[in-house]
């Protein structure tokens, strides 16, 4: 049994990191599909992306869900990051320098540098919108809090590190992207999910879903900077 991270067995650890993943998984099609409404910029675009906003806020199952997906984004990294720092410490450096990348992709080599970056824009994703979205000062559109503004003006000219934030953001996807590309079929691998007949359709899923849904979330910022120009 090992003692490092934030539970105690092995096992648990094992499952419960392969579920809050998986879970989380699940969040991201969600937010996405939700997010991507910011590509109509009309007032049409601006009612529906606030209305999504609002019954994200505010419906009780969902922000329950919210609650759950934000303990699992912290026990995954969290434990993800005790995880890396134990398995470092008990590898031989030279092992590693000479087999490392034989034994494993440089996804599955480096989750914990990943998940690092992809949690200081976890936090900074909810400071700019969240937090905004909550208890900040924002203005109102058709009787809803006006979060489209809130996005369109964090990547537009009026804010003068619009540029920088954009970058940061596709920097932050390009990491999920490898992190879940790895991520994905060995949480199904953590929980005995795993089978020769059926393992090479959950590897290419793995590889669709790791590249499609970081690349449609970069694509947004990206998109909403260059139209404001």
């Given at each position: ?48 992306f606030n209305e999504y906003a609002h ?19 912290l026990f995954h990294v969290v434990d ?108 199904f691998q953590s929980l005995g999910l ?36």
């Open positions: 049994m090992s003692n490092s991270g934030i539970l105690r067995s092995s096992l648990a650890k094992k499952y419960v990191m392969a579920l809050s993943g998986l879970f989380l998984c699940l969040f991201l099609l969600g937010h996405l599909a939700g997010n991507l409404q910011l590509f109509n910029t009309s007032a049409e675009g601006q009612l529906a019954f994200m806020t505010t419906f009780p199952l969902v922000k329950l869900l919210s609650y759950l997906t934000y303990a699992a984004v993800g990051i005790a995880l890396t720092i134990q398995n470092r410490k008990a590898r031989p450096t030279g092992y590693v320098k000479e087999k490392g990348s034989a034994n494993a992709s440089w996804s599955s080599r480096n989750m914990g540098i990943l998940g690092t970056i992809i949690l200081v824009f976890f936090v900074s994703h909810m400071q700019n919108f969240w937090y905004v979205m909550h208890f900040g000062p924002i203005g109102e559109s058709d009787g809803l809090k006006d979060l489209h503004t809130v996005v369109m003006t964090f990547f537009g000219p009026e804010n003068g590190l619009a540029g920088l934030a954009v970058a940061g953001y596709v920097l932050a996807q390009f990491a999920l992207g490898f992190h879940l590309i790895h991520g994905f079929q060995s949480g795993r089978h020769s007949k059926y393992s090479p359709l959950i590897d290419r899923a793995g590889l669709l879903f790791g590249i499609g849904v970081p690349t449609l979330f970069a694509s947004i910022p990206v998109y909403l900077f260059f139209i404001q120009l």
